[in-house]
């Protein structure tokens, strides 16, 4: 081998270690966080656990049961299940049931008024959006950017009145529940779905 053809491999072969190590870095700051959310929820930390957490963190869209076993075949199909609802009884994950009847899970929390990650009552209501594509079947969060949801921006929009806030908007909303159905009714989550093509099916 000459130099210029040994530069080239060793050129090559740093390109090729420098490609891996980018396509490695996000999954291992997936990883890194999910194990950072299972020790702010107190759980006990398993590979099993810090997988499927980082594969839910990573995903664009909402994973069904059987999209997480076709990623992990070496799983078994008990295992994963346990590590769903691990995740989804601690509020790291959420379950979306579909038109389908399948669950899909989605990483993040149960979106609740207020209280602080590890607080139960900050996981009692799921209070944000879901975008369903007719056509694929995915479903993606619309969890909206900054400190507004996207489920508080359009309740925001909808107020006629300046000084409301999500919060007095609920308020309304269950108000008018108990109107309707009467006294004892109390709602506990707000459902929004907006249904069309994602950005793939829609070409």
């Given amino acids: 081998m000459n130099p210029g053809q040994k530069s080239k491999s060793v050129a090559g072969a740093a390109a090729h270690a420098a490609a891996t190590a980018a396509k490695a870095a ?3 700051h997936a990883a ?3 194990e950072a959310q299972l020790r702010e929820a107190a759980l006990r930390i ?3 656990r810090i997988k499927v957490l980082a594969a839910l963190l990573e995903a664009r869209c909402a994973f069904s049961h059987q999209d997480m076993q076709d990623q992990f075949v070496e799983m078994d199909r008990v295992t994963l299940y346990r590590a769903l609802d691990c ?3 601690a509020g790291l994950a959420h379950k979306i049931a579909g038109d389908d009847r399948v669950f899909r899970y989605s990483a ?3 979106h609740g008024d207020s209280g602080t990650h590890g607080d139960a009552a900050h996981h009692t209501q799921h209070q944000h959006g879901h975008f369903k594509c007719t056509r694929c079947t995915k479903v993606f969060c619309l969890d ?3 400190d507004a949801g996207f489920l508080d921006s359009i309740l925001t929009l909808g107020d006629n009145h300046a000084n409301s806030t999500p919060a007095a ?3 309304q909303l269950q108000q008018a529940l108990q109107d309707t159905l009467g006294k004892g009714f109390q709602g506990h989550e707000i459902e929004l779905t907006i249904k069309g093509w994602c950005a793939d099916c829609a070409h």
């Fill in 87 to 89: 995740l989804t009884d």
């Fill in 108 to 110: 993040g929390a149960e």
């Fill in 26 to 28: 996000p999954h291992q």
């Fill in 169 to 171: 908007l609920r308020k």
């Fill in 144 to 146: 909206g950017s900054g």
């Fill in 46 to 48: 398993t590979p099993v």
């Fill in 32 to 34: 890194a966080l999910a």
